[in-house]
């Protein structure tokens, strides 16, 4: 398998892009345990997660912190504001009401409290 970029993505695309492109019998013991992993802690479905992904790349945040809130899926500004350690200035109280309201409308029932 050969690295062709680099690129920080939501758990839920990394899932789907290595069940698209790595035959399940010839998993590593590590591939298989990160989709196990991975089953386990994603809380959005991989078309919402998409969806949202461009949607928070589109208010200017980082491919980073835009994966990392998917990820997490805060319910809570509290939460939410700790994300934005990669950002360059601090979201105001709007920016962190808009993207709670927006996890809400693409997880909505799939996240956790």
């Known amino acids: 398998m050969k690295i062709i970029s680099v690129k920080d993505v939501p758990l839920t ?4 892009i290595m069940r698209k492109y790595v035959d399940r019998s010839s998993m590593s013991e590590l591939q298989q345990r990160f ?8 809380k959005c479905s991989p078309e919402a997660s998409e969806e949202l992904f461009e949607e928070l790349i589109k208010l200017g945040l980082k491919e980073v912190t835009a994966s990392q809130i998917i990820d997490i899926a805060p319910s809570d500004t509290n939460t939410l504001k700790i994300l934005f ?28 409290p």
């Open 35 to 42: 989709l196990e992993y991975g089953d386990s802690v994603i």
């Open 13 to 16: 695309i990394a899932v789907g």
């Open 85 to 112: 350690v990669f950002e360059d200035k601090a979201p105001s109280d709007e920016t962190l009401e808009r993207i709670l309201d927006m996890l809400k409308n693409y997880c909505g029932s799939e996240r956790s």
